[in-house]
């Protein structure tokens, strides 16, 4: 990618589509999915994370979910990151409840997932935002491990009762170094994606991650560099 992490802030839809912005993250979409078992008619999972904080991090979960929307995939994007949430904002939608009301509430239900998803501006693009309850960040880890296959569950549900053909579902989540919650969705997705920032991420950082993500038995199966 050719654009400073800093300047991350805008979405796939701010550019021409032949621009060198949108091809790039085109060419990141197409790559993921050629990865995908053509043969299996289902839907997918994969979780964006960084070794550390810097502005503009989840900007890559975002473009890659829009770049799935557009090629005609019912796609979810899913905000992981409960302690700075952000893409309910890029996405100008309100901080309604979301990913942690879920992960607060005793049971979770279709009905209550679908009560927690919003339509994006977007077409085949829905998002759960990071919510409105107010969790402890431990309390948080801990429902984020016992919950999120519940989650998963009904997210695969509802994509299986709306759509004729597979779907995706991305997760956005907290730098891996900031706490045990990237690993932990690490564990319950296909294919897990480590974000680098050129000129902010260290090697140490990036060692670091990695190794978290191994030890979690993460299936890594790529590093993505942020070029300054």
Known sequence: MGTSPSEQVTLLTDYDAASAYSTAYQTLYANIRFNWDSERSQSHTLLFTTPATYPGRSIVAANVAIAAAQSGISTILVDADLRAPGLQQRFALSDTTGLSNLLASEHITLSEITAHLN??????????????????????????????????????????ETEDRSGLIIFNSPPVLTGIDAAQISTFVEQTFLVIASGQTTRAQARQAQEQLQRAHAKLVGIIMLNA
Not at 143 to 149: D, E, G, N, R, V
């Open 119 to 160: 339509q994006t501006f977007i077409s085949n693009l829905s998002l759960i935002g990071a919510g409105t309850a107010q969790l402890e960040q431990h309390e948080a880890s801990r429902l984020l491990a016992m919950k999120l296959p519940d989650v998963l569950t009904g997210l695969f549900q509802l994509i299986a």
